[in-house]
């Protein structure tokens, strides 16, 4: 009975690390990907002379959207992996139904 409980112990402890790897993922992949929008957004007013305006309006904007896609991309990331795993951790089929054609 013992052995049944450490095995429960491990696969939660599995989960868990899983969880934690996944949201170590979305979190880095969203930070990449706000600051490439970023500089993509607010580059040009550093690298061209505009106005004062004109640089606060790009500066402003691309920190806006590099905002709400690192959002964006942390929920469907985590989104994702909740509905590639049942409760119990494992991984479900990516297309269930499906049979083997050797089979």
């Not at 049944?4 to 996944?22: M, N, S, Y």
């Not at 640089?55 to 959002?71: H, K, N, P, Q, Y």
């Not at 989104?79 to 990516?94: C, L, V, W, Y």
Request: glycine residues 12%; contains cysteine.
């Amino acid at each position: 009975m013992e052995h049944l409980g450490q095995g429960r112990v491990r696969g939660t402890q599995a989960r868990r690390d899983a969880v934690t790897v996944e949201i170590g993922y979305a979190l880095c992949s969203a930070l990449f990907l706000a600051a490439v929008v970023f500089g993509a957004v607010a580059g040009p007013a550093w690298v061209f002379e505009l106005s004062d305006g004109a640089r606060d309006i790009l500066v402003g904007s691309g920190a806006t959207l590099g905002a709400v896609l690192f959002a964006v991309r942390v929920v469907s990331v985590l989104n994702r992996f909740a509905r590639e795993h049942d409760g119990a951790g494992r991984a479900q089929p990516s297309q269930p139904g499906r049979t083997n054609p050797d089979s």
